[in-house]
């Protein structure tokens, strides 16, 4: 520990003053990040239309270098009725529900698979009456099996 006195670099003003070491006005010139944001919006609005015609180019020459159909499939298309045109457009059986092509709806297959697995839970009947297996409604089977229990599993054998 020293018992120099400490001597302090100031100036009039107050500032430390050194020589290696120098203090700015402002740390951030918000006109620098204003001109920042400016060219950034304009290179971007620069690049979308840069996308755009690149995009109109390409379609062009790959629309100019498609061949026309040969005769046949020309005179084919002809004869054909607007349901078959479109039917070249689309995949092949089966397609996705819901998509150009394919003619049911969707929701409404929903609501009557909904509907049939209702029925099919609520259904009483013999399922094979010699061996005395019945199915009944699935509330049922929940109380029945809540008053007798499930039967228990087999006892696991024992290693020697």
């Known amino acids: 520990m020293s018992t120099d006195p400490h001597v302090s670099a100031h100036s009039v003003d107050g500032l430390p003053e050194h020589s290696d070491v120098s203090f700015e006005s402002r740390d951030v010139k918000a006109t620098t990040i ?6 950034l919006g304009i290179s971007v609005v ?6 755009v015609y690149i995009y109109r180019f390409l379609t ?3 629309a100019s270098s498609d061949s026309p159909p040969i005769p046949a499939r020309q005179q084919m298309l002809e004869r054909m009725t607007p349901a078959q045109r479109d039917a070249m457009l689309y995949p092949p059986e089966p397609r996705l529900q819901g998509v150009p092509g394919h003619q049911e709806d969707p929701q409404q297959d929903l609501r009557t698979k909904i509907r049939q697995d209702l029925e099919a839970n609520e259904q009483l009947g013999w399922i094979d009456k010699n061996a005395g297996i019945a ?17 228990g599993a087999s006892a696991p054998a024992e290693k020697k």
């Open 60 to 62: 062009d020459m790959a």
């Open 34 to 39: 204003y001109w920042y944001l400016f060219s």
């Open 46 to 51: 620069l690049s979308l239309f840069l996308c």
């Open 135 to 151: 199915q009944i409604p699935v509330k049922d089977a929940m109380k029945i099996i809540a008053e007798k229990g499930l039967p």
